[in-house]
């Protein structure tokens, strides 16, 4: 087995997160969050469950969506629609839903395989 140091280096890359805070893109988050590509965007104010699938893909053409994108839902996990889930999966991208201490590790470890991944994340 191979093992590599991963380093922080990409614009987006998280490098803490405590209930309430993410540290992004070298930065300190205390609101909902968006990563996609090499970017960092405030949300628009809505819960999860809230969420629309043109929410993920306002701004994207189909040349440019990730392999998944993860929503972090906060200190508990919420789910999204299934139809919602279902909808991505037939455009090609896995949506997954987890608590954010979750969904931090997950990126992190997506983007350190040079994974192509988006994160929705609330503090």
């Not at 809505?46 to 990730?66: I, V, Y």
Request: charged fraction near 20%; aromatic fraction near 6%; hydrophobic fraction near 45%.
């Amino acid at each position: 087995m191979l093992i590599e140091e991963n380093t922080a280096k990409a614009p987006t890359a998280i490098t803490a997160y405590r209930h309430g805070v993410i540290e992004a893109g070298g930065k300190i988050w205390t609101q909902p969050i968006v990563l996609k590509s090499d970017t960092i965007i405030l949300m628009v104010d809505k819960r999860p469950s809230e969420l629309h699938l043109s929410d993920f893909f306002q701004t994207a053409s189909e040349e440019d969506l990730p392999e998944v994108i993860i929503v972090g839902t906060g200190e508990k996990q919420e789910f999204i629609h299934p139809k919602i889930i279902a909808e991505a999966a037939s455009r090609g991208v896995g949506l997954e839903c987890m608590n954010t201490a979750s969904a931090c590790r997950t990126l992190v470890l997506l983007q350190g395989e040079g994974r192509s991944v988006w994160a929705w994340l609330w503090p």
